[in-house]
């Protein structure tokens, strides 16, 4: 056997990678599959964003940069911190990551220490507890039941907090719940946090402007006197101005944790891609990016509206209403028990196995997520497809037995 590092043990196979390649084989093989996978929006990057990348490469930003990135990068984005989230990051208080992913896991590397507890909600997006792990730390899954439309109380957070607990992890809007805590739920779970002198809090607000419902967003580092100091707050290009390919995020938070995750980063990938920076701060700083932004909300709040409604019409199925990010996420568990042809459904790994081979419908399975009971849709999709898609997911549920 070839002899690999324990900490790959660490981390679990995707499930959702298998149901994500199964319809992508599918697809290769000429078969008409609506996929409900996609983590990404289904927009391009703004025209003028792609035009700075053009023009910082004949600029010859092509070499090495500061390891946070370059002081107009680091500039922009405090001044979005503090314009958008009345957050008074200095500007060496903040640095740059590949992607939201790679600061978060920047961060867990440069705080945890074996056996450090994170509080976690669930459902939670797939790579936390992984990221977690690997940094040696021990996940406590607090969880968000669908009667309180998946957001934790007060009163668990509290529940879950111990003498280990090091850092509590919040995410809202949300992967994969859809959901959002409006400001006066998140300064309620803030109290809990102010309370507890030693924990710190990773604030995840990479959907931030993809709110809908006229929900109002607001800073967890800003509801409390005491969590500036003790929160860091990511966020990212991936998923507002459409550049997930682009590996652009950012981490606002005190100057210790940021200098010690420089420190990391500096031995790890040096920075961020160079021709990407100028124009990630174009896309904070020129009026078109919020505009952009405001068009794409526009277009997913539309169809968030449109796949709740549709999905609330399937018999046995319930629904919460999103608020947030671009996911429906259906329990789908009145169906445990039946059979789809040869595939008897128990869990929703095998509903999702079951819809993609005989309805050629992707959706995520929300195993990963802490929640076997329900399925993960995407609407960074067109309505035409959301319709077909959803035709079928009725079609089929009418068949199980
Ligand atoms: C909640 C959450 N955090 C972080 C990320 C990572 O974002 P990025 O693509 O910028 O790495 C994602 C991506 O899906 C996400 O859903």
């Keep these: 056997m070839f002899p690999l590092a324990d900490r790959v ?54 070499k090495y940069t500061p390891t946070p990135c370059y002081p107009e990068l680091r500039a922009a984005i405090a001044q979005k911190f503090n314009r958008d989230n009345g957050l008074a990051y200095k500007p060496e208080q903040i640095t740059t990551g590949a992607g939201g992913k790679h600061c978060l896991y920047m961060a867990f590397m440069a705080i945890l220490n074996p056996g450090d507890e994170v509080v976690l909600p669930s459902p939670y997006w797939v790579s936390y507890p992984e990221q977690i792990k690997l940094a040696g730390g021990v996940v406590r899954v ?7 439309g998946f957001k934790i109380t007060p009163k668990q957070l509290a529940e879950a907090i111990t003498p280990r607990s090091k850092i509590f992890v919040i995410n809202s809007p949300s992967n994969p719940g859809g959901h ?54 990511f966020n990212c290009h991936s998923k507002s101005f459409a550049m997930t390919g682009w590996r652009v995020g950012y981490i606002g938070g005190p100057q210790v944790a ?19 920076q100028i124009p990630a701060a174009l896309a904070l700083t020129d009026p078109r990016g919020a505009e952009s932004i405001a068009a794409m909300r526009d277009q997913f709040e539309w169809r ?40 008897r459904i128990t869990d929703a790994v095998s509903f999702s196995a079951a819809l993609l081979e005989q309805a050629h419908v992707a959706v995520v399975p929300g195993n990963d997520c802490g929640f076997d009971t329900h399925v993960r849709l995407s609407f960074a999709t067109s309505l035409g497809q959301i319709d077909k898609g959803i035709d079928r997911i009725a079609g089929f549920l009418k068949k199980l037995g």
Excluded at 204 to 225: M, Q, R, T, V, W
Excluded at 260 to 266: E, G, T, V
Excluded at 304 to 322: D, F, N, Y
């Design 258 to 276: 940021i200098d010690a995750i420089n420190k990391l980063q500096s031995q790890m990938t040096s920075h961020i891609t160079s021709f990407t």
């Design 180 to 233: 959002a805590y409006n400001p006066a739920e998140l300064k309620a779970l803030a109290e809990v946090v102010a309370a507890h002198p030693n924990l710190l809090v990773f604030s995840d607000e990479i959907y931030e402007k993809l709110i809908y419902n006229g929900l109002e967003f607001a800073s967890f580092a800003g509801l409390h006197p005491d969590l500036f100091e003790r929160t860091l707050t």
């Design 9 to 62: 043990r660490l981390v679990s196979e995707s499930i959702t990678l298998a149901v994500t390649a199964k319809a992508a084989a599918m697809k290769k093989a000429g078969i008409d599959v609506v996929g409900f996978g996609a983590g990404e929006p289904d927009f391009d990057t703004p025209g003028f964003i792609k035009d700075a990348a053009k023009a910082a490469l004949d600029k010859g930003q092509t």
């Design 142 to 148: 607090v969880r968000g039941e669908e009667s309180n």
């Design 304 to 343: 968030a509206q449109h796949m709740w409604q549709r999905l609330s019409t399937l018999p046995k199925i319930t629904v919460v209403h999103p608020q947030g990010a671009f996911y429906c996420f259906p329990n789908i568990s009145a169906y445990f028990g039946t059979s789809a042809g040869a595939i």
